[in-house]
T-cell receptor, first 115, second 116 residues
Framework: GAGVSQSPRYKVAKRGQDVALRCDPI?????LFWYQQALGQGPEFLTY????????KSGLPSDRFFAERPEGSVSTLKIQRTQQEDSAVYLC?????????????FGPGTRLTVL | AQTVTQSQPEMSVQEAETVTLSCTYD???????LFWYKQPPSRQMILVIR??????QNATENRFSVNFQKAAKSFSLKISDSQLGDAAMYFC?????????????FGEGTQLTVNP
């Protein structure tokens, strides 16, 4: 498809497990963002990539969160030793280049539930 | 730090009528962009309308228009001729006008119900 895709759509993890969430941006999009959306809240910024370079990770809530985009396309958000407070929808967005006039296109998100 | 506030957790409107969703923001920047996004139950965030801060003219997109009051830091969304498909969570968002890595800062959202 032509849009941003994310997998899995739903993930249930037991507390303490590691999880990996995948984002496939629109082909050719340089910029990629991860956001965390808690239930009933607006999304909050986690991290930003320009191609393969992670230029901003100031929103990552703890050192248990790690993101990568090794070839400048697909990105993975990894959460180690998951906690209940990590339960949220994780949204990925991409845009064609870093210019602020370019729209961020969002994926459908991954809903993570930590039991 | 920039903040975005939506003071209406829920709104409802009758089909074919007009509704206005409120948003205020706080920033010390002079160059920025404001957005309204729609998020239906499918969770796909969809851009509804965008306003550049340097433009005095209010943005319009078909049935959607904004009232941008820069001095008051207010950015409301008006939906005319509301349709059942407009029912969703609406988020107001802000983005700094820098050239790279400009994240979106979202408000808390307004849940819009459209009654037939």
């Amino acid at each position: 498809g032509a849009g941003v895709s994310q997998s899995p759509r739903y993930k249930v993890a037991k507390r303490g497990q590691d999880v990996a969430l995948r984002c496939d941006p629109i082909s050719g999009h340089v910029s990629l963002f991860w956001y965390q959306q808690a239930l009933g809240q607006g999304p909050e910024f986690l991290t930003y990539f320009q191609n393969e370079a992670q230029l901003d990770k100031s929103g990552l809530p703890s050192d248990r969160f790690f993101a990568e985009r090794p070839e400048g396309s697909v990105s993975t958000l990894k959460i180690q030793r998951t906690q209940q407070e990590d339960s949220a929808v994780y949204l990925c967005a991409s845009s064609s280049n870093p210019g602020t006039h370019n729209e961020q296109f969002f994926g459908p998100g991954t809903r993570l539930t930590v039991l | 730090a920039q903040t975005v506030t939506q003071s209406q957790p829920e709104m409802s409107v009758q089909e074919a009528e007009t509704v206005t969703l409120s948003c205020t923001y706080d920033t010390s920047e002079s160059d920025y962009y404001l957005f309204w996004y729609k998020q239906p139950p499918s969770r796909q965030m969809i851009l509804v309308i965008r306003q550049e801060a340097y433009k005095q003219q209010n943005a319009t997109e078909n049935r959607f228009s904004v009232n941008f009051q820069k001095a008051a830091k207010s950015f409301s969304l008006k939906i005319s001729d509301s349709q059942l498909g407009d029912a969703a969570m609406y988020f107001c968002a802000y983005r700094k006008g820098e050239t790279s890595g400009s994240r979106l800062t979202f408000g808390e959202g307004t849940q819009l119900t459209v009654n037939p």
